[in-house]
């Protein structure tokens, strides 16, 4: 059973603040890895995804990989009110066919 | 470009009634799956479709049944609705092996 852990949260920081998301995962094999974010009632939209070890930036978001401790996370630099939402880790396996496995989300509160 | 259309959107059942929830997608994916949600739980897999003709169990299948209708087209039946049924439910899509997942509005669904 492939397990993807993450803290429930909620993580609270101030506006302009980083925040920073963990996740880890049990299946050594897994080759992509994603974060979602979720806001309350919605469904959830594609934050990033990264494969490879080491960083990888889009604007405002970080993603990091490192495969031998088996972790990844998720950075948000100058948190604004709007990033207050569920994000969730979602990891893919390695078989032939694989599906996304999702850790229950870490609720992340920015206050202004 | 509508991405994944599911519904109905809100739906009360009693205990022992039958329902579908119906998923189309237009972005000529392969792959389609069905996730519940429930607090605390976080997205658990229920059915998947890696291909046309295909259907698979995921983690909680029991209670559940799918129909891959066409490559658009999938569906989830409940058959004999329980209230441990109550839940969200997220119709998603993906062209490959190891993409993204684009999910549908969610389907709230409250079994009495």
């Known amino acids: 059973q492939k397990e993807v852990e993450q803290n429930s949260g909620p993580l609270s920081v101030p506006e302009g603040a980083i925040a920073s998301l963990n996740c880890t995962y049990s299946?050594?094999?897994?080759?992509?890895f994603f974060w979602y974010r979720q806001y309350s009632g919605k469904s959830p939209e594609l934050i990033m995804f990264?494969?490879?070890?080491g960083d990888k930036e889009d604007g405002r978001f970080t993603a990091q990989l490192n495969k031998a401790s088996q972790y990844v996370s998720l950075l948000i630099r100058d948190s604004q009110p709007s990033d207050s939402a569920t994000y969730l880790c979602?990891?893919?396996?390695?078989?032939?066919?694989?599906?996304?496995?999702f850790g229950k989300g870490t609720m992340l509160l920015v206050s202004p | 470009n509508a991405g994944v259309t599911q519904t109905p959107k809100f739906q009360v059942l009693k205990t022992g009634q039958s329902m579908t929830l119906q998923c189309a997608q237009d972005?000529?994916?392969?792959?389609m799956y069905w996730y519940r949600q429930d607090p605390g739980m976080g997205l658990r897999l229920i059915y998947y479709?890696?291909?046309?003709?295909?259907?698979d169990k995921g983690e909680v299948p029991n209670g559940y049944n799918v129909s891959r209708l066409n490559k658009r087209e999938f569906s989830l039946r409940l058959e004999s609705a329980a209230p441990s049924q109550t839940s969200v439910y997220f119709c998603?899509?993906?062209?490959?092996?190891?993409?993204?997942?684009?999910f549908g509005e969610g389907s709230r669904l409250t079994v009495l």
């Open positions: 972005m000529n994916h392969n792959s």
């Open positions: 299946d050594r094999g897994s080759q992509s």
């Open positions: 979602a990891v893919n396996g390695n078989s032939g066919y694989s599906t996304l496995t």
């Open positions: 998603a899509s993906r062209v490959g092996l190891n993409g993204e997942l684009f």
């Open positions: 990264i494969y490879s070890n």
């Open positions: 479709s890696a291909s046309e003709g295909t259907t």
